[in-house]
């Protein structure tokens, strides 16, 4: 007799298919130590996102005062007391290495710290389910309501659900353009429709894709589109905690009086009452008891749950917990739990990120805030002048980072005897010419230099340009070739 | 398709009814947004025709309701432009040349517009840098036919040299073998002194009183006693390093048989006076003019 197939065989592996139509979850309200420590880090999140861009920090008369501010038309990153320019685009490389090895970290400590705490899909999300519940009611109520017909209350209640979510993701949109221009202003001119257009496209691009991912994709995001929770499971080992059933101590499964009952009998019940709590929090959807899942983003809610429901039935918290299977084997074995934060792996990661750290710190305090790059002409690279001298000419670029004008002196160091002349100086101190660079600025000036010709001169002669801030003193230089014709 | 409701046992789902061998099609319909998206396109497609040109006619296309036009639309923005560049290059009117050679900010705004006026109508003869070649003058370096000067510069640029213009610089070098006026052994004679009076090397039979006289007598009228030239008349300097045309015998004696006149065009109402006067301060900084 031919059993009867079902599809769901045809494309399903143990781990479950590769893709379900989404179901609705209805994650219910927890308390408990992990839901305090999410409730903070939420707060502490969505705080510093939406309020830094009203941080001040002056930085003098004409800069902008803005703590944090990415200024596109002027090319400046501002961060509080650090300006950076374009070309210096490689701390931002440097602050990527150490977020993805604070990533490895994390994980090699604690799982998907990452993933449960601090993702923005994971914050805006718990804000948006907190605020279904709020209206909507917990999870029974939801479910309740959505099985029977819509009514006006309920349909009431929807509405203003949706208006609470898309006044979240429009603030949240909001706050993201803040930080591209200065905020109060801003904030005034989006009040009275004067800012500019591009404001309101982002605002309305931010305010769709927070409203799409916190409030109807969700997990599916973690599960389908989100890279990490597969590179994640590739760097972990064995000694990592993580968010674990202790199946151990859980198993079998079965009910507080069938447990009495069995004990009774001298034989082994398990501490899991199978009450599905667990599954009813999970904001994911999943069943922790199901082992180490990728739908599982380590967010200790279903630990607050089964210590409730475990501090109740008068057993000892902990049934779910910060674990790993090699504790689970030793306990099944009889011998005592390791931990073991401090091994090679967290020992190299931490290592790496000190060194990174320490590259980019010394790199920032030793930048120059003075500098000059030189180019010389290409056409022509050398012109013969009528009384026999050679002349070559240059650009030469001058960068003041500091955020006041200053005057520098140019000298030249090359073939003997070579003169200096900077177009549009005069040439009061013709050896020495002296400009002008404005604050915060590049400044451009083409320069010549002169040297009698020397039949036994060689072809080509390093020049250098060496500039001097005649006030502070500060120096930097440039090299080239002063060459013959 | 006819009525057909067959339900395949194993997904559960409808067939279309067709089968190959055995083989049966599901029903798996497009989905729902691909197809209202795919209509959506088509209602556009008709409302792109009603409004855009669209379709090719005989003799022309149907222009749409919004006339537009891509050429209309790029002599737009060429407009716009050159309205934004009025705006910018105004500050070059009121200032003279030497004053926008001193202040930083209107020296890099002449040279950046004078360096792509030069690219678009100077370089074909001297070369992209102002290098020049034989009988295009070097711009580079501090020989100056007409004079190096700003205003000097300036005014060359507007009227040009030989150029046919009412205010163009005049005078030439007359073909002297060609209209009769020296003999061969005499030209041969006064190039070998000209190349003596910047220290070239003469020939070994070259007679250098001979060469003297016959210079007095046919050239310093222009080039000078000493042959240091005279820029009123555009005549070049004979004692110094950089020569035009080239300072070997042969040349020599090829310029004063047949003479030279280059010209360069007179620019005034082919480039707008803030475009010349950029132009003319782009020029001078090029080696720093005289």
Request: hydrophobic residues 35%.
């Given at each position: 007799m031919n059993k009867p197939v079902?599809?769901?065989?045809?494309?399903?592996?143990?781990?479950?298919?590769?893709?379900a139509p989404r179901r609705k979850l209805y994650p219910q309200s927890v308390s408990g130590r992990f839901r305090s420590i999410k409730w903070r880090l939420m707060v502490l999140c969505l705080g510093v996102y939406y309020l830094l861009p009203f941080a001040r920090w002056n930085r003098g008369l004409g800069a902008p005062d803005q703590a944090v501010l990415i200024d596109f038309p002027n090319h400046r990153f501002y961060f509080f007391f650090i300006e950076l320019w374009p070309q210096e685009i490689y701390y931002f490389t440097g602050l990527l290495v150490l977020a993805a090895l604070s990533l490895f970290l994390m994980n090699a400590l604690g799982g998907r710290i990452w993933c449960g705490y601090l993702c923005p899909q994971t914050v805006w999300t718990d804000l948006f389910y907190a605020v279904e519940r709020l209206v909507e009611g917990d999870r029974r109520a939801q479910i309740k309501a959505d099985a029977g017909p819509m009514t006006a209350g309920r349909a009431g209640r929807r509405v203003l659900k949706h208006a609470i979510w898309l006044m979240i993701a429009w603030w949240t949109g909001g706050a993201w353009v803040l930080y591209f221009a200065d905020a109060p202003t801003l904030v005034r001119d989006l009040a009275t429709l004067q800012a500019p257009a591009i404001a309101y496209v982002w605002i309305g691009m931010l305010t769709a894709s927070t409203y799409l991912l916190a409030g109807y994709m969700r997990e599916q995001v973690c599960v389908y589109m989100c890279p990490w929770p597969r590179i994640q499971a590739a760097l972990?080992?064995?000694?990592?905690?993580?968010?674990?059933?202790?199946?151990?101590r859980g198993e079998p499964r079965c009910s507080v009086k069938k447990a009495f009952d069995i004990r009774a009998l001298g034989k082994n019940a398990g501490d899991c009452i199978d009450c599905n709590q667990c599954v009813a929090v999970c904001p994911t959807g999943i069943d922790i008891r199901d082992g180490a899942q990728l739908g599982c983003i380590q967010c200790g809610l279903c630990i607050d749950a089964c210590d409730a429901v475990m501090t109740k039935v008068g057993r000892k918290t902990g049934l779910i917990g910060y674990d790993n299977d090699v504790n689970v084997q030793r306990r099944v074995a009889g011998k005592g739990e390791i931990f073991k934060p401090v091994r090679a792996r967290t020992v190299v990661y931490a290592g790496l990120i000190t060194a990174v750290c320490a590259m980019m710190v010394y790199a920032l305090m030793s930048r120059t805030l003075l500098d000059v790059n030189v180019l010389h002409d290409r056409n022509p690279i050398a012109v013969r002048l009528s009384d026999g001298a050679i002349r070559n000419g240059y650009t030469l670029r001058f960068l003041n980072k500091r955020a006041f004008d200053r005057v520098i002196a140019i000298d030249v160091d090359g073939p003997a005897d070579a003169k200096l002349h900077v177009i549009g100086v005069d040439a009061v101190t013709p050896d020495r010419p002296?400009?002008?660079?404005?604050?915060?600025?590049t400044t451009e000036a083409r320069v010549l230099v002169m040297a009698p010709f020397d039949e036994k001169a060689e072809k080509s002669v390093p020049v250098t340009f060496r500039i001097t801030d005649i006030g502070l003193g500060e120096v930097a230089s440039a090299t080239d070739h002063f060459v013959l014709p | 398709m006819s009525e057909h409701n067959e339900i395949d046992h194993v997904s559960g789902r409808s067939t279309t009814g067709h089968e190959w061998d055995g083989i049966k099609e599901l029903n798996t319909p497009l989905p729902r947004w691909w197809v209202l998206t795919f209509y959506a396109t088509i209602v556009w497609a008709i409302g792109y025709w009603v409004v855009y040109p669209a379709w090719?006619?005989?003799?022309?296309?149907?222009?749409?309701?919004?006339?537009?036009?891509?050429?209309?639309?790029?002599?737009?923005?060429?407009?716009?432009?050159?309205?934004?560049?009025?705006?910018?290059?105004?500050?070059l009117g009121s200032a003279s040349l030497a004053d926008i050679e001193k202040e930083p900010a209107l020296l890099a705004l002449a040279r950046a517009r004078g360096k792509t006026v030069f690219a678009d109508n100077c370089a074909p003869c001297h070369g992209s840098g102002g290098a020049g070649a034989k009988g295009y003058p070097n711009l580079n370096d501090d020989d100056w036919l007409w004079g190096g000067s700003l205003d000097q510069i300036m005014q060359t640029i507007q009227f040009g040299a030989r150029s046919g213009h009412a205010k163009t610089h005049e005078g030439q070098m007359l073909a002297f073998g060609r209209d009769g006026v020296l003999k061969k052994d005499e030209i041969v004679t006064v190039a070998n002194y000209v190349r003596s009076l910047s220290g070239l090397s003469t020939a070994p039979k070259f007679d250098a009183a001979a060469g003297k006289k016959i210079f007095t007598e046919n050239c310093t009228s222009c080039h000078g006693d000493n042959g240091k030239g005279n820029q009123e008349l555009g005549a070049p300097n004979l004692a110094d390093r950089i020569w035009l045309y080239g300072s070997d015998e042969e040349t020599l004696v090829e310029t004063i048989t047949n003479g030279r006149a280059g010209v360069m065009p007179a620019w005034v109402g082919r480039l707008d006076p803030l475009t010349v006067k950029a132009l003319a301060v782009y020029v001078h900084s090029l080696g720093g003019g005289r």
């Open positions: 079902s599809p769901d065989d045809l494309i399903t592996d143990e781990d479950g298919p590769l893709y972990t080992d064995e000694l990592a905690l993580n968010v674990t059933y202790k199946y151990d002296s400009i002008v660079l404005a604050r915060d600025a | 090719p006619l005989v003799s022309g296309y149907t222009s749409g309701l919004f006339q537009y036009s891509t050429r209309a639309s790029v002599a737009t923005d060429l407009a716009d432009l050159e309205k934004l560049r009025g705006q910018k290059m105004a500050v």
